[in-house]
């Protein structure tokens, strides 16, 4: 009984590395996972040394080891002073330059490569996401459907606190700020579920604040649309102001028509045209 | 939380009854307030029992001149650290609390509601920081930075006290907060725009905002000293390359004290002129901009991060030194590495916000900041393994400490270089796998120096030794604790958990929250041996005396005086020759004796006590308190009792006091005729009843 529900726990325990990025589903993350990967790997040379030479040292030269020389007034060496300043720089020096070209390559504001992307308007608010899709009108609550294999191109502000955005399958995060834009770009590689949410605390229905992402094949994703845009809801004034209220949505909702230019509008309401110039030219 | 309708706002400010705990577990009896009411309840009567205990054994008059007022650098020292473990249990159990409600919250509400799980973590995390570390490593360096450096005293002792009173009126608004009212849910970084009355109308925040106020005001002011202490009272012959490792940790340390601390404070002031009188700085609106918050906070924040880890490193340099009986490695090595880490420590504060949207260049600029500091810190730790290379080397509790350090910190680098590669920081920022890494930095390369240097030095100040049995005891755990609390967090955030969650809705990651939360009543078991340790210590205090203070084979000057140490620390100031004279002097042929007699004394002259600071302190925290609740009145009245005692103190006379030097050559060959009756042991026995503080002499 006990060994049977001691399996099951370490079954569970596998499973949950598969919610995150360590089972990607697109091209960011896998290559975020790659990084990752091979980063550990070279830090195993800086940690390895520490862990071995620590509990060896400290064994060997024990006060009741008789047999080894003692030199109390020893305290430098050239020799050891090469070995624990050089390695270790050309460790970070070699690191640095994958980080360099990785940090361009992933760039959360890059544009992915291959089809036109799709448009997304990811606004958030306490506490739920609203995802505008402005070039079809529709908008949808705590749920993000997108195409499987196309790039997805999110533009994001925030119509309340700071946020910050999180698909760990499919890409790192990026806050969403009052009066400011932010970018990311993702795409998944197949059609399947991914959770989306929230993690930069923002009040009592945080821990709820979860979206899920639904990548379905490209014709899917036509037939989605165009039953969204038939749908009865719109998103106008009213609604808004409902939404932008402190709640948690139980179910996600989607709206046919969209107010015009929902998302410029929370950017200036939240103060964006004080100091924000857009970065829509990138 | 609650809004309730305010009574006589001119006398009450905004308190209603609905802001006491016990009314609102009356009213609303969930678990969630029944111990939020306990936790008032258990401050009120803490406070109450020791108010009594004080008068009943007649103690308040020697507790107020002896140590309140006392402008004494070991006496301050030493509350500085008592005011650290007090905080350490309030903010362990709150800890432990949190990991409970993680653990039962899977698919469930739990037992907390999710404002008090938000005031939870955010009342840890501002008090593991500012009033259980700040504290832990100011006091430390208190104590025993004027002994190394052969000083009488610290440069400013008056604002030494000032200081610690800041500190400890911040810490009791920490702790008014448990009966009064809320605290803020905006954690220990109180990211605007959420902090603004917009969005957290409450009196949490205030709280939040006049307690770290204080606390960074009177650690600049610590910086300061220390710094100073430092540049000016080095005894005769001490030069800069000639002070001991902790010296040197303790001057960069304060040196980042004062250039991160103002920023701080100024943050925090600019968020209460947006909350008091409609400012815009951060707001949404009107112009306001959390970036400007983000980039001062961590503009503070990282350098904090150094000011935490660098006395730490000055400690372990001492314990593996001095418990490798040899020379530590690589002297010039570590300063210029402690050096180094100081100045690149102000590098790297835009890697907290990676994820905000800048360029990819200045990310990878910050990101390659940040993992240079981890060539220096690198250096460090191999020159502590080589300090052992060729050593005798005891495994006493400060060295398991250390060694547990070394092979534990480094896991915590490897993380820390993972979330400085920007890509990877996208994937883990904000998610539990950051919380487990600045853990496994702040636990290894804070608590447990700062607890080996309490076990170092203890014998130091209170002339006996702690138990040895029950440090081991509470060392394991610390460890074992440490290890099963945290490392699941590692897994938990690849897995996408968020910090800071309330309650979790995913139940693959139900296994790694029990780990954890064993892991965090085995953290609580560590720190209730620490005071079983403690008590028992005392108890037996008659077999571990060791009056004749070099209990360990010390290096540092801290081990040349008798223990506990006079008022005035030296009886003749040292002149120093050489890196650790103290130790040579015993060792070396041909050096002169230390224990043996000077050839004359003359007067000394110490700081009278002063209850000035006292005032000032817990005024200040009254004016916030006033400010916190909008008792106007109050404040004003405080803000001018302030400014009455700094003015009051200005005009005072007869602040020194001279001991003449018939009594100094008293007491101090009084000493030396104990250590001369005082047997030598050999280390084989330092933690057993022979041991007396005298060291036997091997070359």
């Not at chain 1, 948690?248 to 230019?261: Q, S």
């Not at chain 2, 030494?160 to 702790?175: D, K, P, V, Y």
Request: charged share 15%.
């Amino acid at each position: 009984m006990t060994s049977a529900s001691f399996l099951m726990l370490g079954l569970a325990g596998c499973t949950a590395l598969s919610h995150g990025f360590l089972n990607p589903q697109g091209p960011v993350a896998g290559h975020e996972r790659d990084l990752f990967v091979t980063v550990s790997i070279v830090l195993l040379f800086v940690a390895g040394p520490v862990l071995l030479l620590t509990p060896l040292f400290a064994w060997h030269y024990r006060l009741s080891n008789r047999g080894d020389a003692y030199r109390p007034k020893w305290n430098f060496s050239w020799w050891v002073e090469a070995l624990i300043w050089i390695p270790p720089a050309g460790i970070v020096i070699g690191l640095a330059i994958l980080l360099w070209h990785w940090t361009q390559i992933d760039d959360p504001y890059r544009r992915l490569p291959g089809a036109a992307p799709i448009e997304v308007q990811a606004i958030a608010l306490d506490w739920k996401w609203v995802f505008v899709y402005p070039d079809l009108d529709v908008a949808a609550v705590d749920r993000l459907v997108i195409p499987a294999g196309r790039p997805v191109h999110i533009r994001l502000t925030s119509g309340t606190v700071m946020q910050s955005m999180l698909i760990p399958q499919l890409a790192g995060q990026i806050y969403a700020m009052g009066g400011m834009t932010t970018e990311l770009n993702i795409q998944a590689h197949r059609p399947g579920r991914f959770r989306g949410e929230n993690t930069q605390y923002n009040g009592a229905g945080f821990q709820h604040q979860k979206f899920v992402v639904v990548a379905v094949p490209s014709a899917d994703y036509d037939c989605w649309a165009a039953a969204a845009r038939r749908g009865k809801r719109t998103l106008d004034a009213q609604t808004w102001r409902r939404l932008s209220a402190r709640s948690i949505i139980a179910l996600p909702v989607e709206f046919a028509h969209v107010t015009p230019n929902l998302f410029e509008r929370v950017l200036e309401t939240t103060g964006g045209m004080s100091h924000s110039p857009t970065k829509a030219a990138r | 939380m609650t809004v309730s309708a305010p009574l006589w706002p001119a006398v009450l400010g905004r308190f209603g009854w609905q802001d006491l705990p016990f009314v609102r577990a009356w009213e609303n009896p969930t678990i969630s307030e029944l111990i939020g009411a306990f936790a008032g309840a258990l401050v009120v009567v803490g406070a109450v029992v020791v108010a009594a205990l004080l008068t009943r054994y007649g103690k308040w008059r020697y507790l107020w001149t002896e140590w309140l007022t006392s402008l004494d650098h070991k006496k301050i020292g030493i509350m500085y650290i008592v005011v650290a473990f007090v905080m350490l249990s309030r903010a362990l159990v709150e800890a432990v609390l949190m990991r409970m409600q993680q653990a039962v919250a899977i698919e469930h509400p739990g037992f907390l509601s999710p404002d008090h799980f938000g005031q939870l973590f955010s009342t840890h995390g501002s008090i593991m920081i500012f009033f259980m570390a700040m504290p832990f490593l100011t006091g430390m360096i208190n104590y025993v930075l004027p002994f190394q450096l052969g000083a009488r005293d610290m440069a400013f002792p008056w604002a030494n006290s000032i200081a610690l009173w800041l500190t400890i009126g911040a810490a009791g608004l920490m702790m008014a907060s448990l009966v009064v009212g809320e605290f803020s849910t905006g954690g220990w970084s109180g990211y605007p725009p959420y902090t603004e009355r917009a969005f957290s109308p409450g009196v949490g925040v205030d709280y939040w905002i006049w307690a770290v106020t204080l606390g960074s005001i009177g650690s600049t002011m610590a910086g300061i000293n220390i710094a100073c202490t430092v540049y000016k009272l080095r005894a005769p012959g001490m030069r800069f390359m000639r002070m001991q490792m902790f010296s040197w940790t303790s001057l960069c340390t304060s040196i980042l004290m004062i250039f991160a601390m103002p920023p701080l404070t100024v943050a925090t002031l600019l968020l209460a002129l947006d909350r008091y009188l409609g400012f815009h700085f951060f707001t949404n609106d009107l112009g306001g901009n959390m970036m400007n918050y983000a980039n001062m906070f961590w503009l503070f924040g990282h350098p904090e991060v150094y000011i935490l880890i660098l006395p730490a490193f000055g400690v372990y340099s001492e314990v593996v030194s001095t418990f490798s009986t040899k020379d530590l490695y690589g002297y010039t090595s570590l300063v210029i590495a402690t050096m180094a880490i100081a100045v690149l420590s102000f590098t790297v504060w835009v890697h907290h916000f990676f994820t905000m949207g800048q360029s990819a260049n200045v990310n990878a600029a910050f990101g390659i900041a940040t993992m240079t500091i981890g060539v220096p810190t690198g250096v460090k730790i191999y020159d502590w393994i080589w300090t052992m290379f060729r050593g005798e080397v005891r495994f006493t509790v400060p060295m398991l400490y250390a060694l547990a350090f070394m092979m534990t910190f480094v896991l915590g680098g490897f993380t820390g270089i993972i979330l400085a590669m920007p890509p990877l920081d996208y994937l883990v920022h904000n998610t539990l796998f950051l919380v487990a890494h600045f853990h496994n930095m702040l636990i290894p390369g804070l608590l447990y120096g700062m607890l080996a240097g309490y076990h170092y030095w203890f014998p130091k100040a209170f002339g006996f030794r702690l138990d040895e049995r029950w440090g081991r005891i509470a060392f394991g755990c610390w460890v074992v604790g440490f290890y099963l609390a945290f490392f699941p967090l590692y897994v938990l955030g690849a897995s996408g958990m968020a910090r800071r969650t309330q309650a979790i809705f995913e139940p693959s990651f139900r296994p790694w929250l029990y780990v954890a939360c064993v892991g965090a009543f085995v953290l609580l078991a560590a720190l209730t041996s620490l005071g079983i340790q403690l008590w028992v210590s005392i108890r037996d205090r008659a077999s571990t005396r060791v009056e004749a203070g070099d209990p360990w084979d010390g290096r540092g000057l801290e081990w040349s005086v008798s223990a506990p140490p006079p008022e005035y620390n030296f009886a003749v100031l040292p002149l120093i020759d050489g890196r650790n004279p103290f130790y040579d002097h015993k060792h070396d042929e041909g050096q002169p004796d230390p224990y043996a007699s000077p050839s004359s004394y003359e007067d000394i002259v110490v700081p009278r006590g002063s209850a000035t600071s006292v005032v000032i302190g817990l005024a200040a925290a009254v004016a916030a308190f006033g400010l916190i609740w909008e008792i106007w009145g109050l404040a004003i009245v405080a803000l001018q009792i302030v400014v009455a005692a700094v003015v009051l103190r200005s005009f005072g006379r007869d602040q020194h006091r001279t001991i003449p030097a018939a009594e100094v050559a008293r007491e101090h060959e009084k000493w030396l005729a104990r250590v001369r009756a005082t047997p030598a042991i050999p280390r084989q026995l330092e933690t057993a009843a022979v041991n007396r503080g005298l060291a036997e002499i091997v070359a």
